[in-house]
């Protein structure tokens, strides 16, 4: 994933897929440290 797909992604992806994305994301990373601000968003 690009950033240029960025925008697609976010108009295919259903709310409470980002949100379980972004709950793992800050589960594995708390304080942001891997990859931050790839993808959720």
């Given at each position: 994933?690009?950033?240029?797909?960025?925008p697609?992604?976010?108009?295919?992806?259903?709310?409470?897929?980002?949100?379980?994305?972004?709950?793992?994301?800050?589960?594995?990373?708390?304080?942001?440290?891997?990859?931050?601000?790839?993808?959720?968003?």
């Open positions: 994933m690009s950033f240029t797909n960025r697609a992604f976010d108009l295919q992806r259903p709310e409470p897929f980002a949100l379980a994305l972004q709950a793992a994301k800050n589960r594995l990373t708390p304080h942001h440290i891997l990859n931050p601000g790839v993808l959720p968003g």
